[in-house]
């Protein structure tokens, strides 16, 4: 196969400035086959594949384009999410191409995500090359837009096209832009297979489809591969590509492409992201750089709003955990909440993600208790506790010390908020290790920080502090002894076990009453005084009152109107689903995360 005339190459954009758009016209301008394929008659196959009814969301898209040059160029469009929590799979994404194209909104100019994902893309040498879109609106800028990708990002930007992604014009300039500036892999195939994945994705048809880029060597139906890191080991069924959301198998994927691999695997756990496939009877000698095991960053309880939905939470996970090999979960037991599981993930968005897709696609209501990260307690008889839930923090007297997880941050950040950015992660209990400056824009800060405090809400603070030109990655890095304590909630004087969590010492107070604050706020009222309390050990550090209800609810439907009271009962039953009864006092079941969300 000739990789001179293969383009592997990502999309990035900031939100709403046409990446999806770019990508259907650039799929619906190119073919699904070159014309030596169209001969061979797999054709068959694919209709096949239809009638199954597979359908794959495809991390990658393959497609043909004929140049201005005569020639015909295999294109692989890798797609690449979009968030911190998922930095890692972002990263795997962009390791597996050579090149991006930078998607700028022609009426918007340079912002937030821009400079970000540029960022991420220049650190894996990929080249970049900017396309202004959105030209046939008649506030667009390109002139000025131009000059801003020069001076804010620091890329090359004279020629780049002006385009519709909308209306199709010029996103031809884009495609030979493509073959003209992205490298074509060079890499060989004779060598022993390396393949790095990118995505991987469970199939009840196929198993786990893995999605590779092949560095070196060539995989083929038949061959025995070996996932590196895990150790498993399968024969491959089925090798092919995704092209317009189909499945199409080939003979064998080579140096310099990119495919899927099918091979009858179970578990999405057995091919992580990032991972190298090798073939086990001709293994290559050291894997790909850059694999790191994904773990767990914040714990927190799952609990049906029903308990008599136990049993469909636990099948749930069953099945979310086939295709999410970076969620954890096992059963536990809450006093305020009665039976669930404690899952860990990868941050707030993931978790937030699961919890969603439970909800809607498992039709499930949930409870979520307090977010926390994984603490250690060394106790005075010696024993090391790893602490996920915070209400089994032991008595304070078997405590002697206790340390909290620490990340080495890495923030990209234009010069003018180099100051906001640095004070943020002071105000974070952040440690300045260093900064550089990469190019006369932008610089590079390096920070050590509690993952306690960037946890929450500190990718938000960044992008806003810095009007969104900043990017985070952060790895774990060890342990450190601080001074924490456990903060907890009392509802009408009874210990909420799910609302409690732990905290700085000196960030206690405030925690304290700014969580009373809020959780008085979610509470309704009821027909007696709730004092709301932020406890440590015996000691009540803040309090709140949810004042009595004075008029019944019905009081209002004067006239005796039955259907209109009906319909109020109704209405407050159908509350009553949503809600968590604490001793006497009812809670909304959102409480328990929102009151989390402090600013
Ligand atoms: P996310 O998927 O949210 O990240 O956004 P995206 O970057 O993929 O943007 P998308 O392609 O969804 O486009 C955002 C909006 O801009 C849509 O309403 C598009 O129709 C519109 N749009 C995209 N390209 C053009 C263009 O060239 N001209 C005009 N007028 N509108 C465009």
């Known amino acids: 196969k000739d990789q001179s005339k293969i383009r592997n190459f990502c999309i990035i954009a900031h939100i709403d400035h046409g990446k999806s758009t770019l990508a259907d016209r650039i799929i619906e301008k190119t073919g ?19 009638e199954r009814g597979i359908t794959i969301k495809a991390q990658a898209c393959r497609t043909v384009y004929r140049a201005k040059d005569g020639e015909e160029y295999i294109l692989n469009m890798i797609d690449t999410p979009g968030h911190v929590d998922f930095n890692y799979e972002v990263s795997r994404s962009l390791a597996a191409c050579d090149g991006a194209v930078l998607v700028v909104d ?49 890329i090359e930007a004279h020629d780049a096209p002006e385009i519709s992604a909308k209306t199709g014009l010029n996103v031809e300039d884009v495609l030979e832009a493509i073959v003209q500036k992205i490298p074509a892999p060079t890499e060989d195939a004779e060598k022993p297979l390396k393949a790095l994945i990118f995505d991987s994705v469970y199939d009840a048809y196929k ?95 799952l609990y049906p709003a029903d308990s008599a939905k136990y ?8 099945k979310l955990v086939l295709n999410d090999a970076s969620l954890f979960y096992e059963p536990e037991t809450s006093l305020a909440l009665g039976f669930g599981f404690r899952c860990g993930f990868l941050g707030l968005l993931h978790l937030e993600v699961i919890q969603e897709r439970l909800e809607r696609e498992y039709n499930l209501d949930l409870v979520t208790t307090a977010p926390s990260v994984v603490y250690k307690v060394y106790k005075t008889n010696g024993e090391v506790i790893e602490l996920t839930n915070p209400s089994n923090l032991p008595d304070p007297a078997e405590i002697e010390y206790m340390e ?27 440690e300045y290790i260093g900064m550089e400056y990469i190019e006369e824009t932008r610089a590079k800060l390096t920070y050590t920080l509690p993952l306690n405090e960037i946890i929450y809400d500190f990718f938000d603070a960044l992008k806003s502090r810095s009007r969104g030109y900043a990017s985070l990655d952060y790895e774990l890095a060890g342990y450190q002894r601080s001074e924490l304590l456990k903060l907890d909630i009392l509802v009408n004087k009874e210990q909420v ?70 319909k109020l009962l109704e209405k407050q039953k159908e509350g009553k689903k949503k809600m968590r009864q604490i001793g006497s006092v009812e809670i909304p079941k959102d409480a328990f995360l929102n009151v989390l969300k402090l600013d």
């Open 207 to 301: 198993g786990v489809i893995i999605s590779v880029r092949v560095r070196e060597g060539r995989v083929k139906p038949g061959d025995r591969i070996r996932m590196m890191a895990t150790g498993a080991e399968e024969e491959v069924v089925e090798v092919g590509y995704f092209g317009a959301g189909q499945m199409i198998p080939c003979d064998s994927l080579d140096a310099g492409e990119v495919g899927y691999i099918t091979a009858s695997i179970k578990k999405v756990s057995d091919t992580r992201v990032g991972d190298t496939v090798t073939t086990a009877d001709r293994p290559c000698e050291e894997p790909l750089p850059g694999y790191k095991k994904v773990q767990s960053m914040v714990y927190c309880g």
């Open 497 to 566: 076990d799910a609302l409690s969590f732990i905290v700085f010492a000196d960030s206690a107070y405030d925690r304290g009453r700014k969580m009373c604050e809020k959780l008085k706020g979610e509470i309704p009222r009821q027909l007696f005084d709730i004092p709301i309390q932020a406890a440590v050990g015996s000691k009540v550090i803040a309090r709140e009152t949810v004042k009595a209800l004075r008029k019944d609810v019905l009081a209002k439907c004067y006239g005796g109107d039955i259907s209109r009271k009906k």
């Open 32 to 50: 699904l086959l070159t014309s030596r394929e169209m001969q061979n008659q797999i054709l068959d196959n694919m209709d096949l594949e239809r």
């Open 404 to 430: 909290e997880p620490m990340v080495k941050a890495e923030i990209m950040v234009t010069k003018d908020f180099v100051g906001a950015i640095m004070q943020l992660c002071e105000e974070r209990r952040g």
């Open 106 to 154: 022609s009426t918007q100019g340079v912002e937030a995500q821009t400079v970000g994902n540029v960022y991420l893309a220049l650190e894996h040498d990929l080249e970049v090359f900017p396309v202004l879109n959105k030209i046939d609106l008649p506030s667009a800028h390109p002139d000025e837009v131009r000059q801003e990708i020069e001076d804010v990002i620091g």
């Open 311 to 318: 049993p469909d939470l636990r099948d749930a996970l069953d």
